[in-house]
Each structure stands twice: as C-alpha cells, then as structure tokens.
C-alpha cells in the first residue's frame, strides 16, 4: 500500500514570494489534514479536509494561506506572500476518516530567507 | 480546547534501561490516543494507537496506555538501544480534531 506522497521535499523561497505543496493521499483515505510544525514544537493543524469540504480551517493564517482539495483527493497548499516566520516542516497526513489513524507523509522542508 | 503535555521535553538515557514518555491531555471526552516517533528531518511514524475503549496496546518493545478519566497516557520503551532515540509524540483525537504534544526527545547513549 503506497503511503502518503508530498512533494517537495524542500524549498528555499525569498520573502515576499509565494510557494505551493503538494499532498497525494493514501487511496480511500476521505479525511485529509495540513500540519505546520516549527522547529523543537509539535505539529499545529493548518486545515483539516473530509473528502473535498473544509472540516477545520481555525488556525490557517487566511491572509497568506490558502488550501484545496478539488476532486476530494489530491491537496494543496499555498503560501502568499511568504514570511521569514513561515520557516517550517509541512505535513500532510490523511486517515480514512476522521478520529482514526493517521499516516503521514515525509514532509515539505520550507526555509524562507 | 484540547491541550496535550508531554514531560519531559528531553529524556537521555544508557542502553539498556527501560523508560517511560509521558502525555497529558486537558479534555478527557476523546476518540483516541496515537503515538508516534519523528526521527530528525523526516515525516512522523505511527507506533500505537489506543482507542477510547482501550486501556493498553503493545507491539514489541513498546507498551502504551490509556487513562482517559486522568487524561493521561504512557508509552513505555522496555530494553532501550541506541536506535530509539528520536522525538516521540503523543496525538488526541477529538471529535474529528487531532492536537499534538510538543514531543520529548529520547537519547539512548550506547
């Protein structure tokens, strides 16, 4: 069974500039979630999506982060304009629904100078 | 809002030794109770997972369990080596909502 797919793996932007992950989840998984994880800090829940509909989004700073989830499959999640601030691990994990296990993917690197 | 502790922060110990992670969480109304180890750089890998009717679950070395009315959870590493060390943390689901501790960080000196 093929785990969760993110790409990058790390990206070096500038501030000001915009940048976009990308998450593939594990097949049949509905429940879809971004995480936000600072260095030496537990990850913080972006956005949390059940099939194509948005389940949580309190913590997504909505001035420069944006996330979808079209077909209820693939994810994206956009940061514009980027801030030295936004220096962090992304993951994605997905579950088949919610309140059950999760699995999650390697993670984006972002370093933003 | 739920709130998940994890004490201690950093735990450094020989090989050889059990030990215990702690983590404690504010609202005890919960699904379940995951935990996971991070090693540096990569993604989160899932080792347990506890639901609200569990009290314990073990997969070889590691032992974690469940005490929802004290909003409390242990994960116990029995005859640690060197390969455990890594940042291990402790997730809580509620209502369709998983919260993380900060982690502890493990060091198994050889």
């Known amino acids: 069974e093929a785990g969760v797919a993110q790409s990058p793996r790390y990206k070096i932007i500038e501030k000001r500039q915009s940048v976009a992950f990308w998450c593939n989840p594990i097949s049949g998984h509905a429940t879809l979630y971004w995480y936000q994880q600072i260095l030496g800090q537990g990850p913080k829940l972006l956005i949390q999506?059940?099939?194509?509909?948005?389940?949580?989004d309190s913590q997504l700073p909505k001035d420069r982060f944006s996330a979808e989830r079209l077909k209820g499959v693939d994810s994206t999640l956009k940061i514009q304009p980027a801030k030295l601030e936004d220096s962090a691990v992304y993951l994605c994990?997905?579950?088949?629904?919610?309140?059950?296990?999760?699995?999650f993917g390697q993670g984006t690197r972002l370093t933003v100078v | 809002k739920q709130e998940v502790t994890q004490i201690p922060a950093a735990l450094s110990v020989p090989e050889g030794e059990n030990l215990v992670l702690n983590c404690s969480f504010t609202d005890s109304a919960i699904y379940n109770l995951q935990w996971f180890r991070q090693d540096p750089g990569k993604g989160l890998t899932s080792l347990l997972l506890i639901q609200s009717s569990q009290r314990e679950q073990t997969s070889g070395r590691l032992n974690a369990s469940l005490d929802k009315s004290s909003g409390r959870s242990t994960l116990y590493i029995a005859a640690s080596q060197p390969g455990d060390s890594a940042t291990y943390l402790c997730?809580?689901?509620?209502?369709?909502?998983?919260?993380f501790g900060a982690g502890t960080r493990l060091t198994v000196k050889p």
């Open positions: 999506f059940q099939n194509n509909g948005v389940v949580d």
């Open positions: 997730a809580v689901y509620n209502n369709n909502d998983m919260r």
């Open positions: 994990a997905s579950s088949f629904t919610g309140n059950t296990e999760a699995f």
